[in-house]
């Protein structure tokens, strides 16, 4: 089935360091793909919607120039987050849509901590 | 505008017993429904969706859910539960094929042995 790698799956940092998720369609190309943080024992809440080579449109409240998202091919869209501050700790995860069939495939998520 | 409820918080179940999680929804057009479970500091496991066709859809693992239109729900049930289920399980929705997933704040299944 449909894989989408998600890199790293864990990483901790230092207050004001930025860290840079990867998220990558393995078998299938992406158009868009979609960034989601979960805060410990709480729901998803979408951040935004990233397309292949255009500006991603990022949900009400969500920083465009601290959450910054990168989506260069077909296949893979990046997430990098600026200035992390200990309030960014979260887990993130990214969803990715198969441009053929419109399937939205999840990847396995990063665990951010900032000390 | 898309939302999904999830009421309960927490459902405790015996192994053995059924179980459901419950699920409401609200979306503008048909909707394509989704439940997914997630293991502590994992991923998201797709469960089952609902696209069109019979109301009662089949899963992974045993579980299955029934979409009833009239009551906007999309409740997640299976015969006889594991003390092996017990994660936290979300209920998503779309509007239409294309947009992001909107989940509900999850519900945490415990089944004791």
């Known amino acids: 089935g449909a894989v989408v790698s998600q890199h790293p799956s864990w990483v901790i940092c230092k207050s004001g360091t930025s860290v840079k998720i990867e998220c990558r369609s393995l078998d299938f190309q992406a158009t868009t793909m979609f960034w989601y943080r979960q805060f410990p024992k709480q729901s998803l809440m979408l951040m935004a919607t990233?397309?292949?080579?255009?500006?991603?449109?990022?949900e009400q409240g969500v920083e465009k120039d601290k959450f910054l998202i990168n989506h260069a091919s077909l296949t893979l869209s990046t997430l990098t987050v600026t200035s992390a501050h200990p309030e960014d700790s979260s887990f993130y995860i990214c969803s990715a849509r198969d441009s053929f069939n419109e399937k939205l495939f999840f990847g396995s998520g990063t665990q951010l901590s900032v000390l | 505008a898309q939302s999904v409820a999830q009421p309960e918080d927490q459902v405790n179940v015996a192994e053995g017993n059924p179980l459901t999680v419950k699920c409401t929804y609200s979306v503008s057009g048909n909707p394509y429904l989704f439940w997914y479970v997630q293991y502590p500091n994992r991923g998201l496991q797709f469960l089952l969706k609902y696209i069109t066709g019979d109301n009662l859809v089949k899963g992974s693992y045993g579980f299955e859910a029934e979409f009833n239109k009239s009551q906007t729900s999309f409740h997640l049930k299976k015969p006889s539960a594991l003390v092996s289920d017990s994660a936290l399980y979300f209920c998503a929705v779309r509007d239409q094929a294309g947009t992001a997933l909107i989940f509900g704040k999850g519900t945490t299944l415990s089944v004791s042995s």
């Open positions: 990233s397309n292949e080579g255009s500006k991603a449109t990022y």
